[in-house]
C-alpha cells in the first residue's frame, strides 16, 4: 500500500512537470509546482526511511530504533 501511494505522487508529480514543459513561462511554472515536488521528495524520504527502519527490524528484531 506505502509503494502504491508513492508511486501515484511519482506519476501526478510526472505529469505536472511535463506540463510545466509544454508552458511557455517556464519560471513562473516551475515556481507554482516547487512546493508540492519539495513535499514530495519529503515524502518519499519518510516513505524510504520507514521502509528501512521495518526492514531492519524484521532483520535484527532487537535493532535500536530512534
Known sequence: MVR???IGI????????YLC????????CFMKIKPKIERAIH??????ESLIEQEAWNLWPDFPVA
Open 4 to 6: 502504491d501511494s508513492s
Open 10 to 17: 511519482y506519476k501526478s508529480l510526472n505529469i505536472k512537470v
Open 21 to 28: 514543459f509544454l508552458s511557455i513561462p517556464f519560471q513562473t
Open 43 to 48: 515524502t518519499l524520504l519518510l516513505i524510504s
